[in-house]
């Protein structure tokens, strides 16, 4: 029997990717973690040893904690958040259990370093339309959700990069950027390890709407007319991102869980009319 306060790894896989995920820690121990070097999308690594030293910076928050096993490390760091404050459960089976049901992994290799303040930090071309708000969308959500994301004018992007230690995206000549016909999330999604069912269903969403071939498939054509809304309707380019990463929740939930229904009016009811 799972123990109290822990998530199988279908309904955690279920929670990542959503604006109400939980924040998910990897106690992995050194030796555990190098069998292995993959993380669970948006998890982050931290010492299952000395949670009482840093369980209180997710006080009132709620933390997922994941072992290798789902053991006494997640147990034991997950008790010292709720202690701290925190509501934390652990993933059931740990990275094993994960691992055997065949979710995505995130290579660590791919993600970016990080700065002091433990974030990722990108940036792109500024006044951005589908990519660009699709990208850091799929970062923030299932890669590092800390990640921060710098505009600039195209000609500056790669020099600001190099001066300031950030990940060019998007752009000719950077590693995350449009391959053949595939878009920069579609590089994304490769380089991350990040295919299901649902985000390959969005890509193909993003890719039609971003390469202007609105045939590869239906939604694209709306998706093209709500980005070009936003762009005009924001000036600034961070609030676009932040009205744009509530666009593709609501894409992302439709294509993994809503494609198949419909809506209509006059509604159909069941019964006569008193």
């Known amino acids: 029997m799972a123990p109290a306060h822990s998530l199988c790894p279908l309904d955690l896989f279920n929670r990542i990717g959503t604006a109400d995920s939980p924040v998910l820690i990897d106690v992995r121990t050194d030796e555990d973690f190098a069998s292995d070097s993959r993380l669970i999308p948006s998890s982050i690594r931290r010492p299952a040893l000395t949670a009482a030293d840093w369980a209180k910076a997710y006080a009132g928050r709620e933390t997922v904690l994941l072992c290798q ?72 959500r299932f890669v590092d959700p800390l990640a921060t994301f710098l505009f600039a004018p195209a000609d500056a992007v790669l020099a600001i990069a190099d001066r300031f230690g950030a990940t060019p995206f998007d752009i000719e000549q950077a590693f995350w950027s449009h391959r053949g016909e595939k878009c920069s999330f579609d590089t994304m999604l490769e380089e991350f390890g990040l295919h299901s069912p649902a985000l390959d269903r969005l890509a193909a969403i993003v890719r039609g709407a971003d390469t202007a071939r609105l045939h590869l498939a239906p939604e694209s054509a709306g998706l093209l007319a709500i980005s070009l809304g936003l762009s005009r309707q924001y000036d600034d380019d961070l609030r676009q991102l932040e009205a744009g990463m509530a666009l593709y929740d609501a894409f992302y939930l439709w294509c993994r869980d809503a494609t198949e229904e419909t809506h209509n009016w006059p509604a159909r009811t069941s019964g006569r009319a008193a």
């Open 69 to 140: 096993k789902g053991l006494k490390l997640s147990l034991g760091a997950a008790a010292w958040l709720r202690h701290a404050g925190g509501r934390a459960a652990i993933l059931a089976g740990g990275f094993e259990a994960w691992r055997a049901a065949g979710l995505p992994l995130v290579p660590i290799d791919r993600i970016p370093a990080r700065d002091a303040a433990d974030r990722t930090i990108w940036v792109t071309r500024e006044r951005p339309k589908i990519d660009r708000i699709a990208c850091p969308w799929l970062i923030r």
